[in-house]
């Protein structure tokens, strides 16, 4: 590997052409022995470093190793959990079932750990306590509680996602003087609980497998429920043969396929859009999820179902139908059902006749939400209206989630920083493998990355390489230390948040958001952008020379600063989605058949949020009749009066083509919005569009209140050529005295006839508006000696006493440089002006509503300034 491309070496290492720096006792320390650290011991020997490896349980194994709680298996099929990088492991290993049990997961992770020969690099029975960053020595110095203390160039904390248990937070749970278990620390021999009353605290996962099999034994069980949880039946049974047979007939391309999904194994994706299927389709899926007895089948009946309240509701529905079946006792149904969260939004599970065992006379559910436990006593649990005398209890009360490994290690990075005090607000990755403040500290799935949201055998076989492979790469390079920038990082996290921002996971107190433990800060923790884009986004970060990383050594040192990810997810997938339609560009198409592609295109769109009605009419305009649609709120006017001119190059679209975006203006601006049409070119070139829209602004202010709006509170708003038009009268209203303008609303504008802005370099290709496009729009609305007229190019007009204005612009817009220099040019002359930018969007994805749904966020930030500056005193510079 080359030293960084692109990036600058600005230093040398102090130590590089001297004796070198103090040798460490081990290339690498590795703590924890679960899938992670089998792997990493495998690899890194494999290259030649020296590492070992501790982990505090007597053997390996990790989550495999501690949760030996009846009923414990995988939810993944174990077809695809487990190591792919090996052929002939995986030719000699079998698995039996489709969720292979706590045991053989055990046995398969002893396997491994003999045929590779681990075991000798592995410290058993010892805790690593503390590390400490040397910046001086550039290592590591590690200690356990065994008293050990060694130095190593890197550090992995290779120590699991759901690895420290949660204490449970329940008053009184020293006093009970029966027998106590932890789920997530079961003792080795077992547990009989034959004759005995037993009291299960907790139903996620572990609760959820481990109940039926407790009630088959005990002699009485009551579940004490807090939330209930989503979960279909596992189906289990032999491996799934079409898994099978399709791992026999390519091996290799069903791993790459499992690499290049969302959720790190083969699965269906669907298209199909739960708030607008079909009937029959939608019950075909949702039973199609009930019998496939897979986590990704209950995520991914419908494309919509983790955006879309309304199509999630459908899958939730059908759970909670289901149970309602199996369950005999409505009341008892009725508690177990979900109700508080959307479906996936806290980890669903997969259960073997959990529900069913709610009709066995010796088991009973006691609702918290109706009566919450007061006090665990010497004897038993005391709720608000009961005591529950029992002889053992289980605590299935989950884990300190994706953090708390991380942080139970004392960890002091440069500078003496501590990872708890670098997270004390949250996590903070880059990529979720290392944090600024902490060289050569790696993390095998820490936040930030997929992590538990996938696969899990397949996140850490991924990251374990690209850990390894980086450290091959340094080391080929002569680098000793690997950073990330705090640019880099902040980058990242922020592209996490975005992606999390989407979906409906985070409105939920889940795990996934630290929710569970006491104290802990609100961050959504796993990466949801998916096991493929987040592979895509580490294989660019490599092959652009380690975007994002300062690396030293006697190499020097290179700081190699970005941001891999700045667009928004879905503005991505949209940019995709288009890609992959292959449709002509408009210009090459003749204006007629271009607006017949732009409307069928709008035909396509959501319709965007209700409004309180919705009426169409004419206006007289200076050479006949312009339509107009009016779309009036829902809440009691009168309401301010948006007076909108539509986008489409001057050339395309009419009053209806911005259908969404209006009725969502109107909404989140509380206003009626009326949108206006106007003449388009080539037919009718400059400046009839502005005449037009003259006519139209003037009319609406006179009739405004006709119009169920507030005399003298008119606004004047467009998008992109529409926003040109509203800049343009806007101006002339000022001039001419008249009318007197509330405020502008700039969505993406127009205001500059040149094509030169930096913006057309960095984003003239490829993101729907181009700049091929936008020239043929100025060449057929406006001849070349017109452009700098200020009617077509507001920019070089005269800015000063217009009316307070919003300017939205999108990073990935051609139009960007010029919506900043209008806002710019504004708040010079002293015009309020809130400019709202769209961060990660392109030119076309703001109005998307309801496709891309990161533009809200920018649509409602443009809607609030909007109020805060049309409601400040008028006099200021309105004239
Ligand atoms: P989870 O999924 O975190 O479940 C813990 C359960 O314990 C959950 O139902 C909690 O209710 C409940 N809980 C936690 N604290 C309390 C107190 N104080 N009182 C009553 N109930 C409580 O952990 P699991 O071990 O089941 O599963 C973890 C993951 O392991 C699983 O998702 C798989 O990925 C494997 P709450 O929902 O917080 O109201």
Known sequence: MQAGTGGTTVARHPGSDGPGLDAPDLDVVVVGAGFSGLYLLHRLRRLGFSARAYDTAGDVGGTWYWNRYPGARCDIPTTDYAFSFDPELEAEWTWTEKYATQPEILSYLRHVADRFDLRRDIVFDTAVTAARWDDGRHLWEVSTDAGDAVTCRWYVMASGCLSVPKPPDIPGVDRFRGDVYFTGRWPHEGVDFTGRRVAVVGTGSSGIQSIPLIARQAEQVTVFQRTPNFSIPARNGPPPPERLAALAEDREAYRAEARRSRGGMPYEVTEVMGATADEDVRRERLEGAWQRGELFGLTGVFADQNVNRASNALVADMVRDKIRGIVDDPAVAEALCPTTYPVGTKRPCLDTDYYATFNLPHVRLVDLRRQPITSITETGIDTADESFPVDAIVYATGFDAMTGALVGVDITGRDGL?????????????????????????????????????????AIEQHVEFVTDALAD?????????????????????????????????????????????GKPRVFLPYIGGVDRYIDACEEVVGRGYLGFTRSGRAGTTCNDGVVRRMQYDVMLLLEAMDALALPPLETLGAPDARGLWAAMSAMAPPGPDVGDIADGTLPGPTGPLAYRRYRPATPGPHPVLCYFHGGGWMLGDQTADDPLCRDLSVRTDSVVVSVDYRHAPEARFPAAVDDARAALDWVADHAEELGGIPGRVTVGGYSAGANLAAVVAQQARDAGGPHLAAQLLLCPVTDGTTEHPSYVENGEGKMLTAGLMRWFWDSYCDPSDRRDPRASPLLG??????????VTAEFDPLRDEGVAYAEGLAATGVPVRHVVGRGQAHTSIPMVDVVISGARVRQEAAEALRALADTPMDVATR
């Open 474 to 518: 340094l080391r080929a390079a002569g680098y000793d230390t690997i950073e990330p920038t705090p640019r880099a990082e902040a980058g990242w996290n922020q592209h996490v948040a975005d992606c999390a921002a989407i979906t409906l996971l985070p409105g939920t107190d889940s795990w996934y958001m630290g929710a569970n433990v006491p």
């Open 798 to 807: 005269r800015l000063e006493g217009l009316p307070p204005t919003v300017v």
């Open 418 to 458: 501590t990872l708890r005090d670098h997270w004390s607000a949250g996590p903070s990755t880059y990529l979720g493998l290392m944090s600024e403040g902490f060289p050569n500290l790696f993390m095998i799935t820490g936040p930030g990355s997929p992590s538990v949201l996938a696969n899990m055998a397949v």
